[in-house]
């Protein structure tokens, strides 16, 4: 069976999570039971960077200890993916003892390997980005711009990796493509970051007299290991790498290299496009063993018409500090978990930003899904219950209309899976209502309300009502990676579940037979009827 190893960006508990978040978590899920129903044996791991300033920082700033704080927001995290029916297979804290235990392995290995060294450093540090900064990243006015948040100057000892000499492997690894970053645009930026790495070596310590909260060097307890160090490697300490034994963690040999690490465009450059395959490098990993990377845009929020300045752009960041952050658990509770996943993988193009807008999460539900599938599978049950007893019946009629139905299916389905297997999930829901539509229109043109009247068109009307069911069914199998509950109702009314095949490859025209006998109806996808009531 093929292996599928999926990984997402670990994210820092320091708050609650929000919509950002919760996008990212979702799309790797749908993305997740999508292989699975290719018949990959897939491998989810996510999880929380528990370490590092901004944790220490919230916790100083609540008064709270920060691992009781580490704790505390891990199981929000927790709770919302079990909300939202994110399934993952491994789940990565990093102030876990089997995660500790490699990164001290990995660092003292790179130390002994004369990968590491220690310099005194005088220069400017990014205490939002936990990162030194160089003359380089100064902006056109030579300012340190404000992506940066506060900057501050600093003199102290510390560790370094050796990461320009790895440098010209990694420039040869991403402009051949064995070190694949998706989408394609994104290639370029990566490149044009190297060249900064040419030059410039990577802090990997902080002083504890600064930060006590992360894991200590293992070959001088003055220091922690600088966070991002420590959580890249979550994606192969989870995996098992170095393990020995033991059943709790998988057989790292039969997982890397992870199939597609998602993360958001942010931590693009330089962390996992830099760092990170340099570190897999120096620790003996080659360009043949790295990973995939998928990034996606950004969900950001409107400004309101009366904060927005002259000529300025109608959206902004998303944060805590903005006090504009949406909460997807309150979002679920008010429209349904269904109407959530299906937003925030449905209305963002992968790899390009889009704009949260609640109005949109409504009209969305309410045409594609409550409207158009909502109203098939309404349609199609009731009048098959009604108009053939709820029996799939013979017949051997078949006109245009009818195979322009099983040909709108085949179409569909062959452009949901291109679209799927390019991570194209907007792409593969429309493919999907593409053929709700026709199914739609198919009923219009062929009212069996109307047909039945009329005794001799009796075939004709089973011909309709089962092409309508098995549509159903295959749309049920189509839509179960973005909408797993939804499907599984879908296929539950149509006593369907035992007859869909493993593989999707394997889904063809007939999953129904002659027969079959259908359940009862009940609306999956009410509307939403209070717009207003918004959160
Ligand atoms: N802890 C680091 C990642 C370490 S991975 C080894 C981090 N955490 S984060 O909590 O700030 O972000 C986690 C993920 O959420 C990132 O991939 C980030 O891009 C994503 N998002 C955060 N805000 C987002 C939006 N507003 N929209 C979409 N994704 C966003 O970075």
Redesign the pocket.
């Known amino acids: 069976m093929p292996k599928f190893f999926i990984t997402t960006?670990?994210?820092?508990p320091n708050g609650a999570p929000h919509i950002?978040?919760a996008?990212?978590k979702v799309l790797a899920d749908v993305i997740a039971r999508y292989r699975r129903l290719r018949g990959d044996e897939v491998f989810f791991l996510t999880g929380v960077?528990q370490h590092g300033q901004k944790m220490q920082q919230t916790a100083d700033q609540e008064g709270v200890n920060v691992a009781t704080l580490a704790k505390r927001n891990t199981k929000k995290f927790i709770n919302l993916w079990k909300t939202l029916g994110v399934e993952y297979d491994g789940w990565a804290e990093t102030t876990d003892d089997r995660h500790k235990l490699c990164v001290q392995r990995i660092l003292s290995t790179l130390h002994d390997q004369g990968q590491l060294y220690k310099k005194a450093y005088r220069g400017f540090y990014s205490v939002r980005q936990e990162q030194y900064l160089t003359e380089k990243d100064r902006n056109e006015k030579g300012e340190f711009g404000t992506e940066w948040g506060e900057v501050v100057e600093l003199e102290e000892e510390n560790w370094y990796f050796k990461l320009s000499e790895h440098a010209a492997w990694l420039k040869e690894a991403v402009t051949s493509g064995k070190f694949g970053i998706l989408p394609e645009f994104r290639r370029t930026e990566v490149l044009n970051a190297i060249e900064r790495a040419e030059d410039t070596d990577l802090c990997i310590s902080r002083p504890k007299e600064r930060l006590h909260w992360g894991i200590e060097l293992p070959f001088d307890s003055n220091f922690v290991t600088y966070v991002w160090f420590d959580?890249?490697i979550?994606y192969i300490s989870f995996a098992g790498y170095g393990d020995e034994g033991g059943d709790s963690l998988p057989d790292f040999a039969a997982l890397w290299p992870a199939n597609v690490q998602i993360?958001?465009k942010?931590?693009l450059v330089p962390a996992h496009a830099i760092y990170w395959p340099c570190m897999l490098h120096a620790m003996g990993f080659s360009e043949d063993q790295m990973p995939t990377l998928l990034v996606?845009g950004?969900?950001n929020i409107k400004k309101k018409k009366e904060e927005l300045g002259e000529g300025e752009e109608d959206q902004e960041k998303?944060s805590k500090s903005l006090n504009n952050v949406v909460d997807p658990a309150e979002l679920a509770e008010h429209f349904s978990v269904d109407a959530v996943r299906y937003y925030v993988v449905r209305d963002i193009i992968t790899g390009k930003d889009s704009t949260f807008d609640v109005q949109r999460l409504i009209s969305l539900f309410n045409s594609e899904l409550a409207n158009d599938l909502g109203n098939l599978l309404n349609r199609s049950l009731n009048m098959t219950k009604r108009f053939i007893g709820g029996e799939l019946r013979e017949s051997s009629y078949t006109d245009d209309d009818c195979e322009a139905v099983r040909s709108s299916l085949q179409q569909s389905t062959a452009a949901y899976l291109a679209a799927m297997d390019l991570y194209d999930v907007p792409g593969a829901l429309k493919a999907i209502n593409g053929h709700v539509v026709h199914c739609n229109q198919f009923i219009e043109r062929n009212p069996p309300f109307e047909l039945r009247k009329d005794e001799s068109q009796s075939d004709r009307v089973a011909t309709i009502l089962h092409h309508l069911c098995e549509s159903c069914a295959h749309l049920g199998v189509l839509l179960s990676p973005a909408l797993p509950a939804a499907s599984a109702k879908i296929l539950g009314q149509l006593r369907a579940v035992e007859l869909i095949p493993a593989k999707i490859d394997d889904l063809a025209w007939g999953l129904l037979p002659v027969g079959h006998e259908i359940g009862k109806q009940k609306p999956v996808f009410p509307r939403i009827v209070n717009p207003d009531s918004a959160p």
């Not at 960006?9 to 820092?12: E, K, M, Q, S, V």
Request: charged fraction near 20%; glycine fraction near 10%.
């Open positions: 960006a670990i994210d820092y950002g978040h996008y990212e960077d959580a890249l979550n993360i958001g942010d931590i996606h950004w969900w998303m």
